[in-house]
């Protein structure tokens, strides 16, 4: 056994209700909106627009595929 675990001390308590987490990323000329669960939106030129997606994903997040 190592003495040093690597496994952090806090536990996992993700909630799945949380597990969207959108960020907006700059690509280029373009923003794109992404999310901790996978999504992502259309490249935006705007920012605002792609802040948009993101609350639009938060709100009404796509059924789980899984
Ligand atoms: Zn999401």
């Not at 996992?12 to 597990?19: G, S």
């Amino acid at each position: 056994m190592h003495p040093q675990d690597p496994t952090p001390a806090v536990p996992d308590v993700h909630d799945l209700r949380n597990v969207h987490d959108v960020t907006t990323a700059e690509r280029g000329s373009f923003c794109v909106a992404r999310c901790a669960c996978g999504w992502a939106g259309p490249a935006r030129r705007s920012r605002d627009r792609a802040r948009t997606d993101a609350a639009a994903h938060i709100t009404a997040p796509p059924p789980d595929g899984d």
